[in-house]
């Protein structure tokens, strides 16, 4: 077999392989995999606290005149439509505080931050012990 034969061999086979590969994937894609990561115990609470519509509440915080900052974390939009708001951390049904705010941004003080423009502190660095004679 020459080389021309060969990289005819090869060109016959390569649409084939990718055909199969095609059909593989789209099979698996199409699959329903499933509740991911979860034991069947862990399915069925959460299962039983979404018909429940269990959420945690935020604790009420002691007025001091200015609002507390509002970090808005995300959103969750669930496959039944069922909107869920992380707010400060905690998920939010109604979410009312995060009106005017974007995933990731900070009101404090009346004023909207960015997160790039929010120091965070770092973690303390480790100090070095010398060593003992």
């Known amino acids: 077999m020459n080389r021309h034969d060969a990289w005819r061999v090869r060109a016959t086979l390569m649409p084939l392989l990718l ?7 789209g099979a698996s894609l199409a699959a329903d995999p499933g509740r991911l990561f979860y034991t069947p115990q862990q399915r069925a609470q959460l299962e039983a606290a979404r018909a429940r519509n ?6 009420a915080t002691p007025d001091t005149g200015a609002p507390p900052p509002v970090r808005y ?5 669930r496959s039944d439509g069922q ?3 992380w707010v400060d951390g905690q998920p ?7 009106a005017d705010l974007k995933p990731g941004q900070i009101r404090a ?8 423009q929010v120091l965070r502190p770092s973690p ?10």
């Open 92 to 98: 939010q049904l109604d979410a009312s505080g995060v």
């Open 109 to 116: 003080d009346s004023r909207v931050y960015e997160p790039y």
């Open 73 to 77: 974390d995300g959103v969750v939009i």
């Open 54 to 59: 269990v959420t945690q509440l935020r604790q």
């Open 19 to 25: 055909l199969a590969m095609l059909g593989v994937c």
């Open 124 to 133: 303390a660095a480790p100090v070095a012990e010398e060593p003992t004679p």
């Open 83 to 85: 909107t869920t708001r």
